[in-house]
């Protein structure tokens, strides 16, 4: 890398940042494993305190992926109780938080015509989350869990990276919390050590457009309502 590499301005990057939504159908299109490969090369190059690297990825395709979906569909349709080792979410939502959650839960469910209380189908869209929604590549990503909110921070970099160099590589993804309840399930099919726990999941591959729910666009809170210039 030049100097003049690291002066000039990236042009991509904000195209990026603006496309990446996170997608719930995809095609059966294979990605091509050097292509993964540079993806996570490329987003290893995220920041983290005194360059610790906390991150650890099984990127699953093929049988592997198979029988991760299967362990923890096998759970969900028995109704083990979701049971993250770290928490993700409050244990009350309260506003403006509450607001936003139902509403991108509401635009989703009125997009696939789910009905108010319908919780039948609601739990068919919920277990499409671990079928990886088609995608022909599946990730487990997991930290030490000796580790602190620090490294957690540095590891939400990591995956902002995963998922821009994806849509520069024409792909889309969907980052999934849903798979952190079913460690257990994971565990049975993936060799994780004692001391790893799972961060998310994530489905990567090429987007099914004629799907409907690839059409929900979710909302941002304007700028105003979030930073503070202070001049």
């Not at 490969?37 to 395709?61: H, Y």
Request: charged share 25%; glycine share 6%; hydrophobic share 40%.
């Amino acid at each position: 890398m030049t100097q003049s590499d690291l002066t000039n301005a990236s042009t991509n990057v904000s195209d990026a940042v603006i496309t990446r939504r996170s997608l719930r159908a995809f095609t059966d299109q294979p990605v091509d494993d050097k292509t993964i490969e540079d993806i996570f090369t490329k987003a290893a190059r995220a920041p983290s305190g005194t360059n610790m690297q906390p991150w650890r990825v099984r990127v699953l395709t093929g049988d592997s992926l198979a029988a991760v979906s299967g362990a923890v569909l096998k759970a969900y349709d028995a109704d083990e109780p979701y049971d993250a080792e770290e928490p993700y979410y409050p244990d009350k939502f309260f506003e403006p938080y509450l607001a936003r959650r139902r509403k991108v839960g509401w635009d989703l469910y009125t997009l696939l015509g789910i009905e108010k209380g319908d919780k039948e189908k609601m739990k068919a869209q919920h277990r499409r989350n671990f079928e990886f929604f088609s995608a022909p590549v599946g990730a487990v990503f997991t930290i030490h869990r000796d580790l602190n909110t620090g490294s957690w921070l540095d590891y939400g970099m990591f995956l902002q990276n995963v998922m821009l160099l994806a849509r520069e590589a024409g792909l889309h993804t969907c980052p999934q919390a849903a798979f952190c309840g079913y460690h257990r399930a994971i565990r049975s099919a993936l060799p994780l050590q004692d001391e790893e726990v799972v961060v998310c999941g994530m489905s990567i591959g090429y987007a099914d457009f004629s799907a409907v729910e690839n059409t929900l666009e979710t909302e941002r809170a304007d700028v105003t309502e979030f930073v503070d210039f202070c001049r």
